[in-house]
T-cell receptor, first 108, second 114 residues
Framework: AQRVTQPEKLLSVFKGAPVELKCNYS??????LFWYVQYSRQRLQLLLR??SRESIKGFTADLNKGETSFHLKKPFAQEEDSAMYYC??????????FGTGTRLLVSP | DGGITQSPKYLFRKEGQNVTLSCEQN?????MYWYRQDPGQGLRLIYY???????QKGDIAEGYSVSREKKESFPLTVTSAQKNPTAFYLC?????????????FGEGSRLTVL
């Protein structure tokens, strides 16, 4: 079955602390994974994709096929990082299967 | 102003009534999608369309219908057969030639059944 699991509904950290939002997937083929973010009162938007191997707003995510994971990390969280984060898996024809989301709350 | 426009933002409906949510894009994207967003359940795919006059069911298509008569428009009808229609609905589009997987989302429509 094609599935994306985000085990944490809420992750609360203090400003400057490291952040790791967990994402595990189940997919029989070669996975294509994404992280989307939704800031308060804004549209859902792409944060990063594993193919690009890029760092966006200080966030990185590495695909680990052995552990079937694609965790999102940032070494020093900022208050403006507070948002809803969704991990997504492309199941073909760019049909994305989304996880249930993790709300990140960064306190001052 | 380029992008995806969903209307209305808020909609109330009585049980037994059909309602149509509008989604228009001026990004010249070929593919369009409808997702439903419920608390604790993330986004679930209702219908998607890769080209005009063609669409496919997603994971939760029962009780919904769509049409794709124009490239820029992909309206979603929530029928009375949908058992739990109260939800937040998101429309998205994608440029198929890019193959980047990036979906562009609208601001959403919140439907409440009274």
């Amino acid at each position: 079955a094609q599935r994306v699991t985000q085990p944490e509904k809420l992750l609360s950290v203090f400003k400057g602390a490291p952040v790791e939002l967990k994402c595990n997937y189940s997919y029989s083929g070669s996975p294509e994974l994404f992280w989307y973010v939704q800031y308060s009162r804004q549209r859902l938007q792409l944060l990063l994709r594993h193919i690009s191997r890029e760092s966006i707003k200080g966030f990185t995510a590495d695909l680990n096929k052995g552990e079937t994971s694609f965790h999102l990390k940032k070494p020093f969280a900022q208050e403006e990082d507070s948002a809803m984060y969704y991990c997504a898996l492309n199941t073909g024809f760019q049909k994305l299967v989304f996880g249930t989301g993790t709300r990140l709350l960064v306190s001052p | 102003d380029g992008g995806i426009t969903q209307s209305p933002k808020y909609l109330f409906r009585k049980e037994g009534q059909n309602v149509t949510l509008s989604c228009e894009q001026n990004l010249n994207h070929d593919a369009m999608y409808w997702y439903r967003q419920d608390p604790g359940q993330g986004l679930r795919l209702i219908y998607y369309s890769q080209i005009v006059n063609d669409f496919q069911k997603g994971d939760i298509a029962e009780g919904y219908s769509v049409s794709r008569e124009k490239k820029e428009s992909f309206p979603l009808t929530v029928t009375s057969a949908q058992k739990n229609p109260t939800a937040f609905y998101l429309c998205a589009s994608r440029r198929t030639s890019a193959n980047t997987g990036e979906l562009f989302f609208g601001e959403g429509s919140r439907l409440t059944v009274l």
